[in-house]
């Protein structure tokens, strides 16, 4: 095999790698240190101007194209979005369901790549997408002291659902275009436009309580280690998509995302698994195999 035909493969495990790392640090993070709605927005402002940062000094090589701006500042917005939507979600209702609705965004840029990118429709694609949805259900269900939900909940998850999956329909289009060479500036872009926009809100916003924040060796060496990883793995995410179809990419790095997450606690954390984890793991292996059949 050459070089070409090995890197798909490679992407589709890396990828997935980082993003359980990012997820790994920032659970860690969490369980160090209490944040308000006002330390989320501040949270994520440190954590995207340190991902651009980095993909800045290491990456950036050109002047922009208008259409790079322009997208850049739209996944931006995005992300902003969804990431303190999925954060709040979490805060105010039932963390499996939670987990499941947006890790479920994955069915708007497989959608966007089938109607729009006119990629191949396969009995294999739609038996094994199936398959991953399944094991996206199955695996989630871990948590037994899960909030009731809320009326707020509602309006926050359905927002983090929608902004994630339109920013993987954003990060699908641009790939498409003429322009795409410049992923990394389109990257540095869209962490510098979420830094702003989670800054000024958390500027603006007026905590009933004062509320002190906490800020030690571990807590920051976490908060820099979400930030690069999130750096890196959007920078993978964006080389994938220009050898990957997103039909494939989505549902596979989903998938095999949250089974290596859910390997990581049996194995280091001891956890107990149960016959729906188990049924759950089968299914999104056998799910990755066929949709990966036509790679």
Request: glycine share 6%; aromatic share 14%.
């Amino acid at each position: 095999m050459t070089w070409e035909q090995i890197l798909p493969y490679l992407l589709l495990i890396f990828v997935p790698l980082v993003c359980d790392s990012k997820t790994f640090f920032q659970s860690a993070l969490n369980k160090r240190t209490k944040i308000d709605d006002k330390g989320t927005l501040i949270f994520v402002a440190i954590i995207s101007f340190v991902s651009a940062a980095i993909i800045s000094a290491c990456f950036w090589r050109t002047i922009p194209d208008y259409r790079t701006v322009i997208y850049g500042v739209i996944f931006g917005i995005l992300s902003g979005i969804y990431q303190f939507t999925y954060m709040k979600s979490l805060m105010n209702g039932p963390t499996s369901i939670t987990a499941i609705i947006c890790n479920m965004c994955i069915i708007l840029p497989v959608s966007y790549s089938f109607m729009c990118l006119n990629e191949s429709v396969t009995i294999y694609k739609i038996i094994g997408t199936a398959l991953i949805f399944i094991t996206l259900i199955l695996l989630n269900f871990r948590q037994k002291n899960d909030k009731k939900p809320s009326k707020s909940w509602i309006l926050f998850v359905i927002l983090a659902f929608l902004s994630a999956g339109f920013s993987k329909v954003v990060q699908a289009y641009f790939n498409t275009l003429d322009c795409s060479t410049q992923n990394n500036e389109f990257l540095a872009i869209s962490f510098i436009t979420t830094g702003l926009i989670t800054l000024l809100g958390a500027v603006m916003y007026k905590p009933k309580q004062k509320i002190t924040y906490e800020f030690n060796l571990i807590t920051t060496l976490l908060t820099l280690a979400v930030g690069i990883t999130l750096a890196f793995y959007n920078v993978l995410v964006m080389i994938s998509l220009s050898h990957i179809d997103g039909s494939i990419f989505f549902p596979v790095t989903a998938g095999l995302g949250i089974i290596l997450f859910a390997l990581y606690g049996i194995i280091f954390n001891k956890e107990r698994i149960n016959i729906y984890q188990t049924i759950g793991i089968i299914s999104g292996i056998i799910g990755i195999v066929l949709v990966n059949l036509k790679l």
